[in-house]
C-alpha cells in the first residue's frame, strides 16, 4: 500500500453510462495528478490539482471531468466514453514547494475497459 | 516538452548482469527521476537525482545525470529476476514510454 489508494481496480462500462474514478492520498501531499497509460505510449498527465486548485488540462476531452473537493480527495468522472479511452489511469500525488516536486506517489490504477 | 524518452525500449539479461537504461529530456530541469512498474500495477519511486548532483546510489542502483548532454542514466548492479518491470524517468512531471526490463533466472 502507497498511501494512495484508487477504486475500482477493474471497471467496464458501456459508451452510454457515467462512472467515476476516485483516488484518496492519506500522505498530507498538496497536488494530485490523474495519468492515462494506453500500451506502448507515454504515460499522459491529464489534470493537475495543486492546493485544490486545477492548475493543468493537457487538452483532455471534455467527456473526462476532474474533480477535487479536497487536498485527500480525487475523482475523475466519465461520461460518453470512446473505445480508444480504454486504458490504465493512474492517480497520483506529491508535496510541491514553488511549483516543483520531489517524488510522486501512484496508487495502483484502475484498469478501464470502454465497451 | 519535458518529456524523458528511455532507451532502450526493452532489455533481456541473465540474472546477475547489470542492466543500463538511459533516459533523454528536452530543457531544463530542476531534478529528475526514475520510477518501476511492475505489469499493470502503479509506478514505484525509485531515486531522485537534483540537477546539480552527477551521480546517486541507492543500494544496487546507480544514477548519473549530464545536464550539458540532458541525459540520465540507471544502472541496476547484479540483477535478479523480481527486478522484471518496466522502467520510467520523468522530469517535471512528464514520463517517457519506459524501458522493459526482463531478468532471465
Known amino acids: 500500500e502507497t498511501g494512495v489508494t484508487q477504486t475500482p481496480r477493474h471497471l467496464v462500462m458501456g459508451m452510454t453510462n457515467k462512472k467515476s474514478l476516485k483516488c484518496e492520498q492519506h500522505l498530507g501531499h498538496n497536488a494530485m495528478y490523474w495519468y492515462k497509460q494506453s500500451a506502448k505510449k507515454p504515460l499522459e498527465l491529464m489534470f493537475v490539482?495543486?492546493?485544490?486548485?486545477?492548475?493543468e488540462n493537457n487538452s483532455v476531452p471534455s467527456r473526462f471531468s476532474p474533480e477535487c473537493p479536497n487536498s485527500s480527495h480525487l475523482f475523475l468522472h466519465l461520461h460518453t466514453l470512446q473505445p480508444e479511452d480504454s486504458a490504465l489511469y493512474l492517480c497520483a500525488s506529491s508535496q510541491e514547494a514553488q511549483g516543483i516536486s520531489y517524488g510522486y506517489t501512484f496508487g495502483s490504477g484502475t484498469r478501464l475497459t470502454v465497451v | 516538452s519535458q518529456q524523458g524518452e528511455e532507451d532502450p525500449q526493452a532489455l533481456s539479461i541473465q540474472e546477475g548482469e547489470n542492466a543500463t537504461m538511459n533516459c533523454s529530456y528536452k530543457t531544463s530541469i530542476n531534478n529528475l527521476q526514475w520510477y518501476r512498474q511492475n505489469s499493470g500495477r502503479g509506478l514505484v519511486h525509485l531515486i531522485l537525482?537534483?540537477?546539480?548532483?552527477r551521480e546517486k546510489h541507492s543500494g544496487r542502483l546507480r544514477v548519473t545525470l549530464d545536464t550539458s548532454k540532458k541525459s540520465s542514466s540507471l544502472l541496476i548492479t547484479a540483477s535478479r529476476a523480481a527486478d522484471t518491470a518496466s522502467y520510467f524517468c520523468?522530469?517535471?512531471?512528464?514520463f517517457g514510454r519506459g524501458t522493459s526490463l526482463i531478468v532471465h533466472p
Open positions: 520523468a522530469t517535471a512531471g512528464a
Open positions: 537525482i537534483r540537477s546539480n548532483e
Open positions: 490539482y495543486s492546493l485544490e486548485e486545477r492548475v
